[in-house]
């Protein structure tokens, strides 16, 4: 069965910290791997990964795909408390473009 | 903000009844995919809906359907409501096989007493 697993479930961090969120997957006909960042409700698009190796950044936030090993990274630095959210990682399926999600690692930014 | 929209944004149900939901998709897209997500999970995916027609379906019982309408809204029903569907109900409304352009509503919050 696919599944997508996200560790860690919860992490609570200083301001300016620098964190690592992983998320290692299984899943037959792996198209994509995507971030999501959830504040309260509507998850917001954060980055679409396909191939190994090439880092996709955005301000402080910067993922990399492994598919050799079958995991990612979302790594954000200088945290702030806005980054405060739940991180989500999903898989698409190439089979039927369907997302298999993970449960999410729920990040708390102290000020 | 997205443009689409999701109705009510709570509701509150009795074990046994039946709900509706609905989803505005945002404007040239086709597709509306649904998920259930419950509290401190991640979204599991229900089904999708293209062109009117359900193109794919999650581990959900029967007793979870939809549609989709010529406009492309949809609507999600779930008959004989269980205590366990208690959960946040997303919607996504994209181009078919593009899940990077999707765009998620605000989600209802259904709990059922």
């Known amino acids: 069965e696919d599944k997508v697993v996200q560790s860690p479930l919860s992490l609570v961090v200083h301001e300016g910290d620098t964190v690592t969120l992983n998320c290692s997957y299984e899943?037959?006909?792996?198209?994509?791997l995507l971030w999501y960042k959830q504040e309260k409700k509507a998850p917001t698009f954060l980055f679409m990964l396909?191939?190994s190796g090439i880092e996709k950044k955005s301000g402080r936030l910067s993922s990399i795909l492994d598919k050799k090993e079958l995991f990612s990274i979302l790594n954000i630095t200088a945290t702030q408390t806005g980054d405060s959210a739940v991180y989500l990682c999903?898989?698409?399926?190439?089979?039927?473009?369907?997302?298999?999600w993970g449960a999410g690692t729920k990040l708390i930014i102290k000020p | 903000e997205t443009g689409v929209t999701q109705s009510p944004t709570h509701l509150i149900k009795t074990r046994g009844q039946q709900v509706t939901l609905r989803c505005s998709s945002q404007?040239?897209?086709?597709?509306v995919s649904w998920y259930q997500q419950a509290l401190g999970q991640g979204p599991q995916f229900i089904f999708q809906?293209?062109?009117?027609?359900?193109?794919g379906r999650g581990n959900f019982p029967p007793r979870f359907s939809g549609l989709q309408f010529p406009n492309y809204s949809s609507e999600l029903n779930v008959n004989a409501l269980e205590l366990d569907d208690s959960a946040l109900y997303l919607c996504?409304?994209?181009?078919?096989?593009?899940?990077?352009?999707?765009?998620f509503g605000q989600g209802t919050r259904l709990t059922v007493v």
């Open positions: 809906y293209y062109r009117e027609e359900e193109n």
């Open positions: 899943v037959t006909n792996f198209r994509s």
């Open positions: 404007s040239g897209h086709n597709t």
């Open positions: 996504a409304s994209s181009l078919q096989g593009r899940n990077t352009e999707a765009f």
């Open positions: 396909t191939s």
């Open positions: 999903a898989v698409e399926s190439s089979s039927n473009y369907q997302l298999i």
